[in-house]
C-alpha cells in the first residue's frame, strides 16, 4: 500500500519566489529514490502562507530510507543549521527541510536561511484512487 507525506509550509510572500526557485535546483534529486512515485510542490492561491510538498512512496519503508540517504541530507540538512534556523524533532526536522534546503556550494542567496517560517510533516496511507481513463 502507497503512503502519502505532506510537508506543509509556511512561507512568508516575499520568500514564495526563493521557496520556489530551490525546490526547481533541487529537481530530480528524489525522482531516483528506490520506492519514490510522485512529487508536486502545492502554492497557496488564497486565504493562506502554506505550501504543500506531496510525495508519494511504495512503502512507509522506502520514505524513510530516503530520508536516511545521502542526497536527502545533502538537500535539507543546510537549511537546518542555517541561521535563525529553528531546533525540530525528526519528523519535523525532515519536513522543515523540504523547500529550503540547498545544494552544496549554492547558499541561501543573500544571506536569507530558510524560506519556510514553519513547517509540519502529515503522513496518510492510500486508500482508495483514481486516474484518468484510458482514451483506448
Not at 51 to 74: G, K, M, N, P
Not at 107 to 133: C, D, I, M, N
Request: hydrophobic content about 30%; overall charge negative; charged content about 20%.
Amino acid at each position: 500500500m502507497s503512503v502519502v507525506k505532506i510537508n506543509v509550509l509556511t512561507v512568508p510572500a516575499e520568500q514564495r519566489e526563493e521557496l520556489e526557485r530551490r525546490f526547481s535546483g533541487r529537481a530530480g534529486m528524489v525522482e531516483s529514490a528506490d520506492g519514490f512515485e510522485w512529487f508536486e510542490l502545492l502554492r497557496p492561491v488564497e486565504g493562506t502562507e502554506q505550501y504543500l510538498v506531496y510525495t508519494r512512496w511504495r512503502s512507509e519503508e522506502d520514505f524513510t530510507r530516503w530520508t536516511e540517504s545521502q542526497a536527502f541530507q545533502r538537500g535539507h540538512t543546510q537549511a537546518a543549521a542555517a541561521p535563525g534556523a529553528q531546533g525540530h524533532g525528526h519528523a519535523e526536522a525532515q519536513a522543515q527541510g523540504h523547500g529550503h534546503g540547498q545544494e552544496p556550494g549554492q547558499g541561501h542567496g543573500h544571506g536569507q536561511g530558510p524560506a519556510a517560517t514553519a513547517a509540519t510533516l502529515w503522513s496518510f496511507e492510500v486508500v482508495q484512487s483514481t486516474g484518468p481513463k484510458d482514451g483506448s
